[in-house]
């Protein structure tokens, strides 16, 4: 007598698979693995840039000038003014955790995640605390 | 001979029963939730269980009465989070459980809904409670992209969980919920 459905319960799973649709699409997972670019320039923190959006950086801080530039999923150090170039050699990155370093112009590059590992790591310190 | 029962001592006598009742349906489901912590569940998201814990609530909510089933409820939340999970864990488990009995009562009182509807209601509020609390207490607003996948895996653990309860409806005998 209760192992079986009601018109009502057909209902309620319609809407529950709406709803999970509905989310589904409005925020979408792809989103949660977003990626960010950080900018450190001398030990403090220049800007973050999203990783997807294509952009031209320029940071210049006393008499040292980097140009970093953000194409199409991939980051990599333009332009330095520095004596070795080594950051320019280093190439294009486009994975989270990879990093670019200028160290005589004191710039680090980063790609860090905005997504589930960030928050994984979040939900880890927030237990800690 | 049975001691003449006046108002009083018989009003003390039901109160004590069901505190006992309370305490030995809440030992009931805490074994399930400990059941369901011997044999994992690993559905490859993290977070996401099967609920079978939820069986015990729910069957006191149709052959018993509320009052019974969201006591037993939060005694077992309360017991499992300090045996198994944690006190941390068990805050999550307890908006899950809160919001998740809320609807379940609402839904079995409209008297529209099986039991297996109402089941799955419940599973999916208990994830849409327990994210509430995920997004702020630690997360942040971005955890909502894990609605979608949590309303689903609310409602397929729902659902198994429904149908179990709905075939011990039928065959348990009535006269195990005599009070």
């Known amino acids: ?129 | 001979m049975m001691k003449p029962s006046t108002p009083s001592s018989n009003k003390r006598n039901r109160s004590a029963r069901r505190v006992a009742l309370t305490g030995l349906l809440a030992a009931l489901a805490l074994i399930f939730s400990y059941v369901e912590v011997l044999v994992p569940f690993n559905a490859g998201v993290p977070g996401i269980k099967l609920g079978l814990a939820n069986l015990v609530p729910l069957i006191i909510l149709y052959r018993m009465d509320a009052g019974y089933a969201f006591a037993a409820n939060l005694i077992r939340v309360f017991l499992a989070g300090l045996l198994f999970s944690g006190m941390f864990a068990a805050l999550y488990s307890l908006a899950g459980s809160i919001t998740s009995f809320a609807v379940m009562y609402l839904l079995k009182k409209t008297g529209k809904f099986s039991v297996i509807g109402v089941s799955t209601a419940g599973g999916v509020f208990h994830n849409i409670g327990q994210l509430c609390v995920a997004i702020l207490a630690v997360s942040g607003p971005q955890l909502i992209h894990y609605l979608p996948v949590l309303i689903i895996s609310g409602m397929i653990a729902g659902i198994i969980v429904g149908i179990g309860a709905a075939v011990l409806l039928d065959r348990l005998p009535a006269k195990l919920f005599r009070e």
């Open chain 1, 1 to 129: 007598m209760h192992l079986s459905l009601r018109k009502a319960d057909f209902l309620l799973f319609f809407i529950f698979l709406a709803a999970a649709l509905i989310s589904a699409v409005s925020f979408p997972r792809s989103a949660e693995g977003k990626e960010l670019v950080r900018i450190i320039s001398n030990g403090e923190e220049y800007g973050i840039y999203p990783l997807e959006k294509n952009e031209e950086i320029e940071i210049v801080r006393e008499g040292h000038q980097n140009i970093v530039i953000i194409q199409d999923g991939t980051v990599h150090m333009d332009y330095s003014n520095c004596k070795n170039q080594i950051c320019v050699h280093t190439g294009e990155i486009s994975d989270k955790g990879e990093t670019i370093v200028c160290l005589p112009n004191y710039v680090i590059v980063e790609i860090i995640g905005s997504g589930e590992g960030g928050e994984d790591d979040e939900a880890v310190d927030a237990i800690v605390k």
